[in-house]
């Protein structure tokens, strides 16, 4: 296996694909903006001009941004199904809906072609790092084959199951986890701004316990305090997609989730209010109420 491709060169795609050419794999990616591949192809790999010039890869990432957007890559006009060779793999990373991937699988039927379910963790840092986390849904055989590509772009690889769909599963009940989590340092950097204490203390206070002595804290607090609400590589339109899968699956199952609501909520009231800002922005939000700003 030594041909890749990648589908979507945003900011988590760029980094896999710089990632694979950095492991020796011949790399050519797509994206609708074609500066983009241009970008690419600068650093050695290849510009698509449409998804017919993947034809000859091995593997295809595909790092979109919805589940609509991912069939239409898949199984539209002129997209993967109709383009690659029998036994090429198609590697999702995108996270969406774990019924929105069993259709995926559905569209290949017949084929030759396999499907993994791999939504990742780690952000635009993991993704220029090569160190994502990788949930990985597919049958073993098929997981064994794709190594080298999967190694080339994660760092901690978990082999989740065998049933497409899995992997979308265990990143909807993380991304309930990090949305709650995410909530809980806005709120109360936000709590001790408004009673009049300085940013500089919370967070040094913050940092020298068990909860917030992590990098997670840590990077929250310092784009915070440094007020870097955009740019930043963590967009609030995707955690707000994220939370809402996440909720989509609570509801399925007949689980409420009381903590990840709430912050489900605040995404979407972040969302509305600042759609260009980053997921920090969600604090500026909570300072209107107060009229007071965290800042060291």
């Known amino acids: 296996m030594t041909k890749a491709a990648v589908v979507g060169l945003g900011n988590m795609g760029m980094g896999m694909a710089l990632n694979l050419l950095a492991a020796g794999f011949d790399v050519i990616g797509f994206d609708l903006r074609s500066e983009r591949g241009q970008m690419l192809a600068e650093q050695g790999g290849r510009a698509a001009q449409s998804l017919a010039d993947l034809a000859d890869a091995d593997a295809v990432f595909v790092m979109v ?175 707000a997609k994220d939370l809402g899968i996440s909720m989509a699956m609570a509801r399925e199952n007949g689980l409420p989730l009381f903590a990840a609501s709430a912050a489900n909520e605040l995404f979407q009231a972040g969302i509305s209010r600042f759609p260009e800002g980053d997921n920090w922005a969600i604090v500026k939000l909570l300072e209107e109420f107060s009229g007071t700003e965290v800042s060291w």
């Open 65 to 239: 941004m919805t589940g609509a957007q991912v069939m239409d890559v898949v199984a539209g006009e002129g997209g993967l199904r109709d383009t690659l060779q029998p036994g090429a793999s198609i590697i999702v990373t995108a996270t969406v809906q774990p019924a929105e991937v069993r259709a995926v699988e559905s569209a290949l039927a017949g084929s030759g072609l396999n499907v993994i379910d791999s939504p990742v963790s780690g952000g635009q840092a993991g993704a220029e790092a090569g160190t994502l986390t990788m949930m990985v849904a597919a049958e073993a055989e098929v997981f064994a084959a794709n190594q080298a590509p999967l190694n080339a772009v994660g760092g901690q690889i978990f082999h989740v199951g065998e049933r497409i769909g899995m992997g979308q599963t265990v990143k909807a009940a993380l991304q309930a986890y990090i949305g709650v989590s995410f909530a809980g340092i806005f709120e109360s950097l936000a709590l001790g701004a408004a009673a009049g204490i300085k940013g500089e203390t919370l967070y040094e206070v913050f940092s020298s316990t068990h909860v917030g002595n992590t990098p997670f804290f840590k990077n929250c607090a310092e784009l915070i305090m440094a007020r870097k609400f955009e740019n930043t590589g963590s967009h609030i339109a995707t955690m």
